[in-house]
């Protein structure tokens, strides 16, 4: 008998016919005996709605308030499974986080999760049950209610499975694994079967958006596995693990972000970038480099209005010295992907295509190229091609 943690993607309970098959899944596992701890995210496009209507109010919503908002859609998505759940003669209980006990910090809207202290989770199972727990939400240190981050069930998922010493967490979800791209945008991706913490945790944060990047590190951190796998069907997935077992290929895969802001000023100018940019937030990519500095910055930092509501960068709020240009990022990801042969051969087939490399930064196991707005899509399907076929 075996202790399972299962996480379901919003699309997977978007209505009543998927919540029922989500139901029967999970009655199927625990009917073999499994112990099962479900944990789910809102239903379609709830939390954006939510968000939506805050604003609708004021800019900057308290963000206390903020919290209390989104994680009513984790609530309804559990309450619907456990009754879902019993209604098909599969006894479950539903928790939010705060029950569940996924304690974290006091920075809402963007928690990290302190400790996972998961009692009632434990008596539950032990009384037979399915526990089925609202994803994305906790309880603070002030006891307050705190959300984790957009996408941040995955982190439930696996701060459960820590804390549960769970045999298997798995992530199921509209896609049915990890892609060596984005097979929206590059047909020929391929589904990638093992992939270390550390890429998958490098694709994450670089616009691959199957998994959260915090979710990855905590897996790390905890020695857990985690399997992605479609909520549908029974194809294999994606294991995602500290050394994947078999040949490494030099590049594993690419990811896109695109929208970034490019911010740049003589160094003399740093101060003044400093000032303006948020002092909590970490920047996606600073590269010192002669008398320059150089920044990409993620647009959608609620507080700083970079974009105009016709979707134009707006820079008026820059102070002078400092330029801002809207660029796409990609990152090229595996065992080879920041040696210069790789660096040099990418940049000169995205020339070839009329693509000009902005700026590019190679670190250990990553390169990541700074190309114009709007070729991102482009140049990845371009590269996909030549580092990985
Ligand atoms: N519902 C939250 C979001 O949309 C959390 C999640 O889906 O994981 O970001
Ligand atoms: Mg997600």
Known sequence: MALIVQKYGGTSVQDHELVLRVAHRVADLRKRGDDVVVVVSA????TDRLVQEARSFTDA???RELDMLMSAGERISMSLLAIA???????AV???GSQAGIITDTRHTDARVLEVKPFRVVRELERGNVVVIGGFQGVSTAK???????GGSDTTAVALAAALKADLCEILTDVDAVHTADPRLVPTARPIDEIAYEDMAELARFGARILKEEAVRFAERSGIEIHIAGSEGDAAGTIILEKPHGEEPPVVGLSLLERQTFLSARRADRALMTRWMEPTES???IVHSGDRIEIVVSP????RALWDDAGELDASELPSGVTAMDVDVISIVGSDAAYREVITRSIAELERSGIECICSVATGRSTLLVLPAASGAR???CLHDLLIG
Do not use: H, K, Y
Request: aromatic share 2%.
């Open 43 to 46: 239903r379609g496009e709830t």
């Open 283 to 285: 920047p996606l990519l």
């Open 379 to 381: 140049a990845e399907l």
């Open 94 to 96: 539903s928790f939010t």
């Open 85 to 91: 759940l019993n209604s098909i003669g599969c006894p």
């Open 61 to 63: 919503p308290a963000q």
């Open 300 to 303: 959608n930092t609620p507080e």
């Open 144 to 150: 307050d209610v705190t959300t984790l981050g957009r």
